[in-house]
């Protein structure tokens, strides 16, 4: 790392400020004004829009197997989904999820 | 309103947040021994996990900061890993909207993908919530989660040992955030928003600053909503 003491502090400052600019945007600007039905229509979906595309990648082409394809993880996470959906609970499907995933490297290794 | 059902709500925050310690924890740590490793002293690695409180964010600003890329590319970036928060932020909105703008500022600063997901799901199951019974489940919620990020980063930072990979603790994230999302998938249109968020997360990973990310949310929102009132015009 070649940057300033100054230069990192900024880093984190300016990093700081814009992260907490985007988490409030919505928050501090709207507030309780009544957004439109089509907005919260679209709202609604969030999670189910941002997550599953943020986690795909990892599980298809995980970074501890420098990319490759690996079935227990990939079988973890279809086990983690289905206790997920089936049971409604978060702690279920992590533990699915985790026994899966350490039963399946210890077998497939 | 009895203080009773805001406590109770409190506490069922911090018992739904409890379980995602097995994210925070190692990934805490191993922020802590990647930016010391990088260079960063300990207030830095510090000011990091306090002023950003943002995982990914941070690995990605090390990251790009050893590659000695240049400061404006490193904040660019990093930013467009948290624009998802935006997001979020607006999702939220409906739920506590009326707080007073210090509540919100703080739900705000630790508005972080476990809290949020945890939050928005209750809320949408319990739409008969209080404001103030919200705000004390979002807090409980962030109990658990937002300290111990601070707490394992510099326990990361002084011992400096990395949780050896036969842990695969790599796929503690996939997991969590898996465990998360399935049971929101709780109508066809949030099923059809997600396949669509996996199909076009996957589709447009080449895309650089992790903008595919959020083309394909945007996508699946769209596709979840007009199913949802495609559903509403068939009942």
Same mark, same amino acid.
């Given at each position: 790392m070649s940057?300033?003491? #100054?230069?990192?502090?900024?880093?984190?400052a300016a990093l700081g400020v814009g992260t907490f600019? #985007?988490?409030f945007s919505f928050l501090g600007m709207i507030g309780n004004r009544k957004m439109p039905d089509w907005v919260l229509r679209h709202l609604r979906y969030t999670p189910v829009a941002v997550l599953p595309a943020l986690v795909a990648p990892m599980v298809v082409w995980p970074q501890a197997t420098g990319g490759d394809f690996d079935l227990p993880r990939v079988l973890a996470a279809a086990a983690t989904v289905l206790l997920g959906y089936l049971t409604r609970n978060v702690l279920a499907a992590i533990g699915a999820g985790a026994v899966t995933l350490y039963a399946m490297l210890y077998l497939l290794g | 309103m009895p203080a009773s059902t805001?406590?109770?709500a409190y506490w069922t925050g911090v018992r739904h947040g409890a379980p995602f310690l097995l994210v925070i924890v190692p990934f805490a740590v191993l922020f802590g021994v990647v930016g010391t490793e990088a260079g960063l002293n300990l207030a830095q690695v510090m000011?990091?996990?306090?002023?950003?409180?943002?995982?990914?964010?941070?690995?990605?600003?090390?990251?790009?900061?050893?590659d000695n890329a240049p400061t404006l590319i490193v904040l660019a970036t990093a930013l467009a890993v948290n624009l998802r928060m935006a997001m979020y932020s607006a999702s939220l909105t409906p739920y506590v909207g009326d707080a007073p703008v210090w509540k919100?500022?703080?739900v705000a600063y630790f508005l972080v993908d476990q809290t949020y997901a945890v939050g928005h799901a209750r809320f949408e199951a319990r739409p008969d919530m209080t404001l103030a019974e919200r705000l004390a489940y979002l807090f409980g919620v962030i109990t658990p989660i937002c300290p111990m990020w601070y707490v394992m980063t510099l326990v990361g930072a002084l011992v400096g040992q990395e949780i050896p990979p036969e842990f695969a603790l790599d796929f503690a994230v996939p997991i969590t955030f898996l465990a998360m999302v399935a049971p929101a998938l709780r109508t066809a249109a949030h099923?059809?928003?997600?396949g669509v968020s996996v199909v076009l997360g996957l589709a447009l990973a080449f895309m650089p600053y992790n903008t595919g990310?959020?083309?394909?949310?945007?996508?699946?929102?769209?596709?979840?909503?007009?199913?949802?009132l495609w559903l509403g015009r068939r009942a």
């Open positions: 940057q300033s003491t #100054l230069e990192i502090w900024a880093i984190i600019l #985007l988490r | 805001v406590k109770s000011g990091f996990s306090v002023l950003v409180i943002a995982g990914a964010a941070q690995f990605t600003a090390v990251q790009m900061m050893s919100r500022a703080l099923v059809a928003a997600a990310l959020l083309v394909a949310a945007v996508g699946a929102m769209v596709v979840g909503a007009q199913v949802e």
